[in-house]
Nanobody
Framework: QVQLVESGGGLVQAGGSLRLSCAAS????????MGWYRQAPGKQRELVAT???????NYADSVKGRFAISRDNAKNTVYLQMNSLKPEDTAVYYC???????????WGQGTQVTVSS
C-alpha cells in the first residue's frame, strides 16, 4: 500500500506563485513516475506535469514555462512550483504515483488551488 500526502495549496492572486508538495510513503518501487493532475469544477481531471524516477519531465501545454516539477528521490517527494498563476489554474490538484513494476496508480486526497483575478 502507498500513501500520498499533499500540501501547499491555497488562495493566491493572479500572477502569484504557489509550491505544492507531495510525500509518498509505503511500498514504493524504484521505477516510478510521480505527477500532478488537476480537476476544475465541471471538468475532467487533466495532467499537469509528470516526472520519472530518472527525472524526465512532461508538461501540459497550458503550464509550460510557468510550472516546474521536481522530485527528491531520497524523500519520495514531488514538488510543483507554480508561477505566473492564472484564474484558469484554479482547481483541485492531485498528486499521483505510478508504480511501473506492478502497473498501479495511487492518488493523493487533493489540495485546492484558487487563483483570484
Amino acid at each position: 500500500q502507498v500513501q500520498l500526502v499533499e500540501s501547499g495549496g491555497g488562495l493566491v492572486q493572479a500572477g502569484g506563485s504557489l509550491r505544492l508538495s507531495c510525500a509518498a510513503s509505503g511500498r514504493i518501487s524504484l521505477l516510478n513516475t510521480m505527477g500532478w493532475y488537476r480537476q476544475a469544477p465541471g471538468k475532467q481531471r487533466e495532467l499537469v506535469a509528470t516526472i520519472t524516477s530518472g527525472s524526465s519531465t512532461n508538461y501540459a501545454d497550458s503550464v509550460k514555462g510557468r510550472f516546474a516539477i521536481s522530485r527528491d528521490n531520497a524523500k519520495n517527494t514531488v514538488y510543483l512550483q507554480m508561477n505566473s498563476l492564472k484564474p484558469e489554474d484554479t482547481a483541485v490538484y492531485y498528486c499521483n504515483i505510478r508504480l511501473h513494476v506492478i502497473n498501479r496508480d495511487y492518488w493523493g486526497q487533493g489540495t485546492q488551488v484558487t487563483v483570484s483575478s
